[in-house]
């Protein structure tokens, strides 16, 4: 590497910033596609030959390298939403010290109180998962309320996410409150019928239809293999089984039937009544995201997303698919293409595919949604041992390293906040680890992870124009060795196109779209900017927002930061953002 012999040079009124770059050999400008061998490049002369083809895109898109303390000392006047645990890193850190990788967490009984909630929320909780599974709908009003409550009133901007029931087969009562051992050679009725008390040996089920196509012979697994029987009888719609594996018996335990190594659908779809009943709940009552379990191809997906956006308030819900079944495999670029992103369920995954699979289906499955521009949450048993134990087990610290390694956008918690008696602890962990895997992979193999963000992923989505300007932009960035990536953008597109890079700055996203705003939340290293006007003057909204950042002790001086833009302007002067210079030293 010939790093000593190349630097780039930008300029910001006088400011001169020199930087080695990871370039070797007669230098292209990768943002442009023209080579530059040597002297000074007009970025400017450049600058106007592409200007026309971004206008006709519809895409403004400024590049450009502003030193911070250039700017003049105007006082602003208007407003600026960020996230106050956001503030608080940078007021501490500075840009080097955003995590990047997003944390959402289930709320259930163990942190439902406004106190818990707020615990969670400082300690970087960017998405509340209420899980439509359990409990009422007047708990969820009120947890739902209480998070909104903390936005307002703390300045938090934690967006909440619903997740539907869904149709599955499931164990309501098993005659104990909590597991129950399934012996081997035991003989077992379950039924869909009610009944009083408990009886030894009787299970029920959720659904009526539960054995319906069900046959002697026929093999019965209890959540992807805690437990396994075989059918031995039909009497009318219940099943006796007798435990050929033996195993726990959990309350809600999965319940899956195979038939020679195949599993037998039961063809429930995948929206119920109670689960539209939930999303028209959700949406009334504000949510941001609302994940569909079960998924099993893009079709209910287009349905929910088709009956949101015909009511038009309801048009800035994200609709995220769980992959959690086999046949959401077998469909996955088509679900990834129709949703807004995606959830790896590895729980209910694990049910109906091998389990040592699970990790390359995982790293797939992310590597599909970063390819077509979808975030992705990895779910599911993360911490698992947190829900009992106070610290975690180190294989629980390599499963969530990989994912972060893996540049997932987010990583969820299920019992571990829901039920655990270490939510705050749990997440803490995970901010922990996230932290340290994305430095090292920031700096300690900064080529590495530049390569792999850069490269793999190619031009590959509608919008190629945009796709180009935001690889560009984080090539430069991460080359330029910028301090933060700031992004005007009306609708998330090019915060999102930016995160789809992995940049090694993290990118502000100023938005004047409050349903932007939190749908951003879940983006990888974007830390979303409510702000009260974005002007089609880009100088101005750059002026303003860095001042404003700068007033309240969020950027310093001497900072470099790399603008982009997707609002389209008509009346800025195209000069605006003319000053960024390279040249190759020999
Ligand atoms: N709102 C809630 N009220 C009571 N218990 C809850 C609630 N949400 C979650 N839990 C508990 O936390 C556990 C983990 O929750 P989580 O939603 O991740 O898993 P799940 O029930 O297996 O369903 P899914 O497959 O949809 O994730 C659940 O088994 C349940 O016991
Ligand atoms: C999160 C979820 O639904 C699962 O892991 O099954
Ligand atoms: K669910
Ligand atoms: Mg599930």
Redesign the pocket.
Known sequence: MAAASESVLLRFGNEVAKQPTLFSGPMKSRFLGVPVTSGAISWAGRKRQVDSRLRLAGVRAVAEAARVQSLSGQEPNFGMAIDTVAEEVLRGEGFSGMRKTKLVC????ACCSLLELERLAAGGMNVA???M???SRD??RDVIAKIKKLNEQKGFSVSVMI?T??SQIHVVDHGAPSSLKAEEGSVWVFTSQKFEGSRPFTVRANFEGFSQGIMVGDELVIDGGMASFVVVEKMGDDLRCKCTDPGLLL??AKMSFWRNGKLSYHGLPTLSKKDWEDIDFGVSEGIDFIAV?FVSDADSIKQLKNYLSTSSSNRSVKVLAKV?TLESLQNLEEIVEASDGIMV?R??LGVEVPIEQIPTVQEEITRICRQLNKPVII??QLLESMIEYPTPTRAEVADVTEVVRQYADALML??ES??GSNGQKAVSVLKMVSSRMELWTREEHQQASALYSYKKLGASLADRIAEAICNSAVEMANNLGVDAIFVYTKHGEMASLLSRNRPNPPIFAFTNDRSVRMGLNLQWGVIPVLVDNLSEDMEANVLKTTQLLKTKGMVKRGCSVLVVSDIFSTSATPNAFQSIKMITIS
Do not use: K, M, Q
């Open positions: 289930t709320i259930g009984p998962r209420l899980n599974c359990h409990n708990w969820h997740d029931e869904g309350p809600r379990s959690e369920a729980g209910d779910a599911s299920s019992g829901a039920i």
